[in-house]
């Protein structure tokens, strides 16, 4: 085989009718297969994970509309190269011709003096702009050139979509319609491949490089799994798989739903996420969605991040699950998150009011004799240690901020500010 191209390459689909996946966007009636109809095609950006056929798209864009083509990545490409890329771009265009196409591969690594480059050249229609990302672009591509493109997401592929996509290898690949090949089983293919197109054909031409030319390709569980000696979990700490499964994690727990946060636990801890991160998630979540409705459950997540500095891998992911658990079932309140968001916000609106006289500090006779501190009521001195008297500005009294939630904790909360506030609370 080492005379060939790698199969990814060798499989590299030509046309829209040899695409495989993507039906939302080239299926009959979609957005995509329009443009191709009608020939006319806008500035886009395709967001997408790895392998899930950006590149391949563009380039059928370019070919199936006659366009030239010109590729840039902006791993090795500088403001420089974008600058001779639009200058040929613009050479090659006679008349009213259709505008080339320039492709930008991992367009969110492009700094944002390379992406103004790019502006005049989209807004004055002397290029198409197609730009491939792993990354939401809406926080890696500069606004003015996110609003001249329309962006459209591809999603992994599924397992039909791999399961065509291997149909057609048998099929048509020069090399591999010679061969006699069996597909045993497909589970450790498919989880491995993680809905990556050139990830799954990487693994089948790994699979088939370790029988000799004569013998009979076998593809099931366990040659697959003895071959990769990987770990299949799909997890990249810097970038948008970390924010989705980190959410989820948080979510499950706000939704009390132990399973699902422990398994995108498991999910951060097979993918090498440090620690520290998870513990700092799980202090935020008792803080804001546990809060008052269990105080232990702050408490406990801050013995859990000093737990793990001492302790370490592997041993913390236990910690890590009993934490997890323990404020994936507690009962939640958001009543102090909501309270501090109402205060900043009425502080936004109210502006620097001034405080009260009988709150201010008195530490000089001259702010005594202007009566700063002059009605203030100590409690201790009164019964219960408690005695009624306002302390917010005189401007905004008797609004009230904090409204405890429905849980035993916060009715005895409110059981006691009933009895000391009577009217206020």
């Known amino acids: 085989m080492n005379e060939y191209p790698p199969l990814a390459e060798r499989m590299r689909p030509k046309s829209l009718d040899d695409y495989i996946g993507q039906q939302h966007l080239v299926g009959d009636g ?8 009608t020939g006319r ?3 886009i950006i395709l967001w997408g994970p790895p ?20 590729v840039l990545s902006a791993v090795s490409s500088g403001v420089k190269d974008v600058r001779e890329a639009i200058e040929k771009a613009k050479n090659s265009r006679f008349f009213n011709s259709a505008s080339p196409i320039l492709f930008i591969d991992e367009i969110h690594r ?15 229609g002397t ?3 197609i730009g491939a990302t792993t990354e939401n672009p809406s926080f890696e591509v500069i606004s003015p050139l996110l609003s001249r493109c329309q962006v459209y997401v591809l999603e992994p592929l599924e397992n039909k979509d791999l399961m065509n996509l291997f149909n057609h290898i048998i099929k048509n690949d020069v090399v591999l319609n010679k061969r006699e090949l069996q597909l045993q089983e497909d589970e450790a293919l498919f989880r491995f491949a993680g809905g990556d197109a050139r990830k799954f054909l990487n693994i089948i031409e790994l699979v088939c490089n370790s029988f000799n030319d004569d013998e009979t390709i076998i593809i099931n569980n366990q040659n697959v799994t003895t071959l990769l000696q990987q770990n299949p979990a799909q997890y990249d700490k810097n970038g948008e798989m970390h924010y989705d499964i980190i959410s989820a994690f948080i979510k499950s727990i706000r939704g009390s739903d132990p399973d699902g946060a422990v398994y995108w636990l498991a999910r951060m ?3 090498g996420e440090d620690p520290k991160f998870i513990a700092r998630r799980l202090i935020i979540s008792a803080a804001e969605d546990i809060g008052l409705a269990n105080p232990n459950a702050l408490l406990l997540a801050t013995n859990c991040f000093e737990a793990i500095k001492m302790v370490g891998w592997p041993e913390s992911r236990i910690i890590l699950s009993e ?28 502006g620097n009011l001034p405080v009260p006289l009988h709150l201010r500090n008195a530490p000089t006779k001259l702010m005594k004799k202007l009566d ?9 001195d009164y019964e219960n240690n408690f005695v009624e008297q306002e302390f917010l500005p005189e401007k905004i009294k008797g609004k009230r901020i904090w409204s405890p939630q429905s849980n035993p904790q916060e009715s005895k909360l409110q059981e006691r500010m009933e009895q000391l506030w009577k009217r206020k609370y």
């Open 269 to 271: 801890v097979e993918g």
């Open 51 to 70: 392998g899930v056929g950006k590149t391949t798209l563009a380039r059928i864009i370019a070919n199936q509309l006659e366009r030239p083509f010109y």
């Open 127 to 129: 290029v198409t702009l």
């Open 41 to 43: 095609i806008s500035s």
């Open 30 to 37: 979609a957005v995509l297969r329009k443009m191709f109809e």
């Open 372 to 380: 700063y501190g002059k009605e203030y009521k100590y409690a201790h």
């Open 110 to 124: 492009f700094s944002k003096s390379q992406q103004d480059s790019l502006l005049g050249a989209v807004e004055e």
């Open 323 to 350: 934490v997890t658990i323990y404020l994936a079932t507690s009962p939640k309140s958001n009543s102090a998150y909501m309270a501090i968001n109402q205060a900043q916000e009425l502080v936004r609106n109210t």
